[in-house]
């Protein structure tokens, strides 16, 4: 499968304890999105990466949560002392970028509850 | 006001009917425009681009008003496989991120 993988699929975690999320986009891809989606919403831009820079993060972003995308590859996205609110879908998608819109590719997502 | 907003839906009708929805944006500096579809319990995947002239793709017409801010989608002769949630989706100066509306969730009936 060459599409974008996320891992894992499904985390509980209690409130207060960290969690990390991976993301593999796809290989040619050098743009990598990190977004959130709950229940009845659109999902809801974090942060990207062009390569292993991160680009641009969302106001919205809590000093909790934390990217990398080290060596342009795989990203990582943390966040500390979860919360409930915290609770929600966590999609990567990746595009590849050369100065026009190329379409985002979606992977299936991580499903974060928070107790 | 949020960056982009949509129909609140549901829309249901039955097959063969024609839907439309509607999207408004606010930042007049956007781009470029998509409708995204996605699907119960998976991920937005891109159903078309919406161009300044409008353009169609088979059942999916879509249009741009950039003078209102404000882009449709319309659908012919829907089909069961229709159903799902539509997403409008705009794309800020440079392509950096995509604004996604909340959707529209549509339900097509026998």
């Known amino acids: 499968d060459t599409g974008v993988s996320q891992d894992p699929r499904h985390k509980i975690t209690k409130r207060g304890q960290n969690v990390t999320f991976r993301c593999d986009p796809i290989s040619e891809h050098n743009r990598l999105y990190w977004y959130r989606q709950t229940l009845g919403q659109g999902p809801e831009f974090l942060t990207y990466?062009?390569?292993?820079?991160?680009?641009?993060k969302s106001r919205l972003l809590s000093d909790r949560f934390s990217a990398e995308r080290p060596k342009g590859s795989f990203s990582t996205l943390e966040i500390q002392r979860t919360e409930q609110g915290d609770s929600a879908m966590y999609l990567c998608?990746?595009?590849?970028?050369?100065?026009?819109?190329?379409?985002?590719?979606f992977g299936n997502g991580t499903r974060l509850t928070v107790t | 006001r949020k960056e982009v907003e949509q129909d609140p839906g549901p829309f249901n009708v039955p097959e063969g009917a024609t839907v439309a929805f509607n999207c408004t944006y606010s930042n007049s500096a956007s781009q470029s425009f998509f409708w995204y579809r996605q699907d119960c319990r998976k991920e937005p995947k891109l159903l078309m681009s919406v161009y300044s002239s409008g353009n169609e793709d088979g059942r999916f017409t879509a249009q741009l008003n950039r003078a209102s801010q404000y882009i449709s989608l319309l659908i012919r002769d829907s089909k069961l496989s229709d159903s799902a949630t539509y997403l409008c989706?705009?794309?800020?100066?440079?392509?950096?991120?995509?604004?996604f509306g909340a959707g529209t969730r549509l339900a097509v009936h026998p």
């Open positions: 998608a990746s595009s590849f970028s050369s100065g026009e819109y190329s379409p985002l590719h």
């Open positions: 989706v705009v794309a800020g100066d440079g392509y950096n991120k995509l604004i």
């Open positions: 990466f062009q390569n292993e820079a991160q680009l641009e």
